[in-house]
């Protein structure tokens, strides 16, 4: 039988609708590409009945959209070469028949209980197997054209394609939706505080990901022989408590693992039984298990073992997804034991630190209680060797000579020096152990008080004192900085050569945040090679014949200023006079 | 004729203190008499006429107490804090007359109630000026509380 020549117009309107729908499909534009496949088909080729089955891998073909089915015509057909749909997929190849009763290669009583009289299939053009066929019938004796078979081959074609471009698109998105799981793990892992935590988040995630029957985390133990459960997902079973041992020697693959290499069991249908692992997962009726290594630098530092009921549910896609998960969750835990470590180090020296300040604050308190008892106790044998030498001296002169008298005297004088440097020693040590609160303090109103406490000396030695305002606020402490300006005041009135009227200027100069106080004097001066002694406690310069004192007051000085957050210095010259300084926090309301 | 002046009670437990400070007196003239007793306890019995100071004739209220602070027994700062929960007595002036002149030490004394503090100066000289100042003050410018 020669085909009719298709008539010209005809064949325009296929290729019309075959361009049309392959440019939309291509587009992307098609929602339900098969059903406006079969309906574009129907209307083209006129006829009342077209289906698209696609072949599932069991053999079978299903409905995936039709024209003219009815309801109960949509029962799922079997791939056999008998059955015109199903010849035509195991053909590979189109086939058109025209009067379905009477065509031998055929037994074709579902198509006839249809009511079919003729059709043509063709199947969708696959790579390795066809994904499924197209086809069209007709209740009436209709002889289809090679052009009309031709539409019908293209049409399968661009079914072909689209269904490639989704199942690629299909691949494309799990692909980025395992790079965004691993991104969102990272991103938990960062926030995660412990190595319990961070099992637990990876856990979750697979369990999600991989909808296996049971996910656990095995780290390998500190002596290199046993793998401890850190963390497990699934129903409670035998064998997967927190912290159960297995010995790695009983795992089948360590080997492998220890290469960093993933294993697969496949069937577990004979679990190995020297293997905990197998008889544990076993037990539970899991069928199909992966162990798949944490390494971090060569090492491999435990695993992560899942397994599934259904062997179907396991894919070598899960074993991929795994070895993402594990590469960040190996080097966090790893992350998490090193900072475990750190924070128990930390807390070691913490623990260190609180020892040494209970010691410290032990051995203050008995500073303070000893500084109490020389305070009290040693001065009290001063106070009855001075007393009564003055009562000697006073109510028994008439009885004394003039080298007892002078005896006596001396023993006063001596008693009452001791009692200064008594006094001078506890104050220096005070300054070093009393909290003080510093805070805004005016210049002004402590050179008048220090100038005020000194006013016996300043008459005693005719001095001229001259005090430039302004001076300004600095932060400090009232009553430090009295003692200290005190100090720095008797000091310049104390050093002037015999015979020489002591003539002190006293001043402030702003040096940008700080003020510098300035005391000088016209004094013996100090040589640059003492300069550097005479704020140590008990350095003296002179005797005690030519200048009384303690060797103290400079050391007070220092130390107060010290404390005040300041510093202290001096420029002088042999026979030229001092300028000693202190330097302060300017207080702001100056700045 | 002399009239009645009422005692100083001198809480010290250092003779050659006391000595020290009697002879003050004498020197600066006082007219009150000195009573004085060595320990916290004591000075809690005598301020309370108890035991040995029962008859208040001879162991008369005092017009002011000088304190010591480091005392066997009752500390001084122990028979401050008696002395200010005593109805009869809590306003009777206290001058504590101590050593140590410990910001701790006097703080504390203020807090218990001392009227005064002052630091024993190691000079007789300063010493004389002290009871001088003291007699001044406390004995004849300050007012006196009633005591019953």
């Not at chain 1, 693992?257 to 008889?279: F, G, K, N, S, T």
């Not at chain 2, 009670?9 to 060595?38: G, M």
Request: aromatic share 6%.
């Amino acid at each position: 039988m020669t085909p009719e020549p298709a008539p010209t117009a005809a064949v325009a309107r296929y290729l019309a609708a075959l361009a049309q729908f392959a440019l939309r499909a291509a587009g992307g534009e098609v929602d339900r590409i098969g059903d406006e496949a079969v309906a574009l088909i129907a209307t083209t080729l006129g006829v009342p009945f077209c289906a698209l089955w696609e072949a599932s891998r069991e053999g079978a073909l299903e409905l995936r959209a039709s024209v003219g089915w009815r309801a109960d015509q949509r029962d799922f057909w079997p791939v056999r070469p008998h059955l015109l749909p199903g010849a035509a997929l195991l053909a590979r190849e189109p086939v058109i028949v025209t009067d379905l009763s009477r065509d031998p290669r055929h037994l074709a009583a579902p198509l006839q209980a249809c009511g079919f009289v003729s059709g043509a299939c063709t199947p969708l053009p696959g790579n390795d197997r066809s994904p499924g066929v197209l086809a069209v019938f007709t209740t009436y004796w209709r002889r289809f054209q090679a052009s009309e078979l031709q539409f019908l081959q293209g049409m399968a074609c661009v079914l072909a394609q689209s269904a490639e471009r989704r199942r690629l698109l299909d691949v494309l998105r799990r692909y980025v939706h395992r790079v965004g799981a691993v991104q969102t793990l990272g991103r938990e892992i960062l926030a995660a505080d412990s190595a319990e935590a961070l099992a637990r988040l990876a856990l979750a995630r697979l369990h999600r990901l991989t909808r296996c029957h049971r996910a656990s985390i095995w780290l390998v133990d500190a002596t290199d022989r046993d793998a401890v459960l850190l963390a497990t997902q699934g129903p409670a079973a035998a064998g997967f408590a927190a912290g159960t041992r297995r010995p790695l020697a009983a795992l089948r693959h360590f080997g492998d693992l220890r290469l960093d290499q993933p294993c697969i069991v496949h069937d577990l249908a004979a679990p190995d039984p020297a293997c905990p692992a197998e008889a544990a997962l076993s037990a539970e009726g899991v069928h199909v298990y992966t162990q798949v290594p944490l390494h971090v630098r060569e090492q491999i530092i435990g695993f992560i073992e899942v397994g599934w009921h259904d062997p179907e549910a396991f894919t070598t896609e899960h074993v991929d997804q795994i070895r993402e998960i594990a590469l960040p969750l190996a080097l966090a835990l790893q992350q998490a034991r090193l900072h475990a470590q750190v924070e128990r180090h930390a807390a070691e020296l913490e623990a260190r630190v609180a020892e040494r300040t209970a010691q410290l604050r032990a051995s203050n308190a008995e500073l303070e209680s000893f500084s109490y008892s020389v305070s009290h106790d040693l001065r009290a044998p001063l106070r009855a060797m001075q007393g009564f030498a003055n009562a000697l001296l006073e109510d028994y002169a008439d009885r004394l000579d003039a080298a007892g008298q002078d005896y006596a005297r001396r023993i006063a004088t001596a008693a009452g020096r001791m009692d200064t440097l008594i006094q001078e020693l506890l104050a220096y040590s005070r300054l070093g152990r009393t909290r003080i609160t510093l805070g805004p303090v005016s210049l002004a109103a402590v050179v008048e008080t220090a100038v005020a406490q000194c006013e016996a000396e300043l008459d005693r030695t005719q001095a001229h004192l001259e005090v430039v305002a302004p001076l300004p606020e600095v932060i400090g402490h009232r009553s430090t900085l009295v003692q200290v300006v005190l100090n720095l005041l008797t000091n310049a009135l104390k050093f002037v050569a015999p015979g020489v009227m002591p003539r002190v200027r006293v001043w402030a100069e702003p040096r940008g945040e700080r003020v510098r106080l300035w005391v000088e004097d016209n004094g013996i001066g100090i040589a640059p090679e003492h300069q550097g002694q005479i704020f140590r406690v008990f350095e003296r310069l002179h005797g005690i014949e030519s200048y009384p004192g303690t060797g103290i007051g400079l050391a007070i000085v220092r130390r107060g200023v010290e404390r005040m957050g300041g510093r202290t210095g001096v420029l002088s010259a042999l026979g030229a006079g001092s300028r000693f300084w202190v330097e302060l926090p300017r207080a702001e309301s100056q700045a | 004729m002399t009239v009645w002046q009422p005692p100083i009670l001198l809480v010290e437990d250092d003779p050659n203190d006391v000595l020290l400070i009697r002879r003050a007196f004498t020197k600066a003239r006082l007219a009150n008499p000195v009573q004085s007793v060595e320990d916290g306890d004591q000075a809690v019995s005598y301020l309370a006429g108890a035991g040995p100071y029962a008859d208040r004739q001879s162991y008369p209220l005092p017009v002011v107490v000088l304190l010591d602070l480091k005392l066997p027994r009752r500390s001084g700062l122990d028979v401050l804090a008696w002395l200010r929960q005593q109805e009869g007595l809590r306003r009777l002036p206290v001058v504590v007359l101590t050593s140590s002149r410990e910001s701790a030490d006097v703080n504390r004394a203020y807090d218990l109630g001392a009227n005064s503090y002052l630091v024993k100066p190691v000079t007789f000289d300063a010493l004389l000026e002290l009871v001088q100042t003291l007699q001044l003050y406390w004995l004849m410018l300050n007012e006196k509380p009633e005591l019953h």
